[in-house]
T-cell receptor, first 116, second 116 residues
Framework: GAVVSQHPSWVICKSGTSVKIECRSLDFQATTMFWYRQFPKQSLMLMATSNEGSKATYEQGVEKDKFLINHASLTLSTLTVTSAHPEDSSFYIC????????????FGPGTRLTVT | AQSVTQLGSHVSVSEGALVLLRCNYSSSVPPYLFWYVQYPNQGLQLLLK??????LVKGINGFEAEFKKSETSFHLTKPSAHMSDAAEYFCAVSDAANFGNEKLTFGTGTRLTIIP
């Protein structure tokens, strides 16, 4: 089956620093990748949709300059949290869309970010 | 706009009892409906999905769900609960046939607890 990985699985950083999270589709090409944010015991909130080779589409209320998304290849998308603050602490999950025939969206295992 | 409502943020059932998790949706077009399971500190795993055709959908781990258009519902059931079913369950909807590459709208989730 299709596998999506995320790295790192957890990260602790100091307030004011930036952290990059990688999302990779290991055995398929992902035209589209999605980034979600999940607060404790809450649902997933879509942050942005990224398409390979083009700018990401951000959901309303998500700061583009703070959450930088790059989708440079069909197997890799990155989310960079810039100038992180404690309120950015959350669980970040990516998902990747496979080909049309598959019609499936595959989720990564998530990255827990803690900003101190 | 689409939306998903999951009734009951917490559901507790005894081991061996029927599991019923409720999901109602709102969509202006024929929906594509999904149930995902999330174990602690992990990503989402697809349990089952409804696209077209048979309204009773069978998924993994003995779960099934029935699409009822007249009730705009897609409730998840399992005849006999196992301890391993304890997890968070999310209902989601997409309005696009190419849902692998379209965003999903998630419900707020239901935490299922199994009582020994």
């Amino acid at each position: 089956g299709a596998v999506v990985s995320q790295h790192p699985s957890w990260v602790i950083c100091k307030s004011g620093t930036s952290v990059k999270i990688e999302c990779r589709s290991l055995d398929f090409q992902a035209t589209t990748m999605f980034w979600y944010r999940q607060f404790p015991k809450q649902s997933l909130m879509l942050m942005a949709t990224s398409n390979e080779g083009s700018k990401a589409t951000y959901e309303q209320g998500v700061e583009k300059d703070k959450f930088l998304i790059n989708h440079a290849s069909l197997t890799l998308s990155t989310l960079t949290v810039t100038s992180a603050h404690p309120e950015d602490s959350s669980f970040y999950i990516c998902s990747a869309g496979g080909d049309v025939q598959a019609g499936e969206q595959y989720f990564g295992p998530g990255t827990r970010l803690t900003v101190t | 706009a689409q939306s998903v409502t999951q009734l009951g943020s917490h559901v507790s059932v005894s081991e061996g009892a029927l599991v019923l998790l409720r999901c109602n949706y709102s969509s202006s077009v024929p929906p594509y409906l999904f149930w995902y399971v999330q174990y602690p500190n992990q990503g989402l795993q697809l349990l089952l999905k409804y696209t077209t055709g048979a309204t009773l959908v069978k998924g993994i781990n003995g779960f099934e769900a029935e699409f009822k258009k007249s009730e705009t519902s897609f409730h998840l059931t399992k005849p006999s609960a196992h301890m391993s079913d304890a997890a968070e369950y999310f209902c989601a909807v997409s309005d696009a046939a190419n849902f692998g590459n379209e965003k999903l709208t998630f419900g707020t989730g239901t935490r299922l607890t199994i009582i020994p």
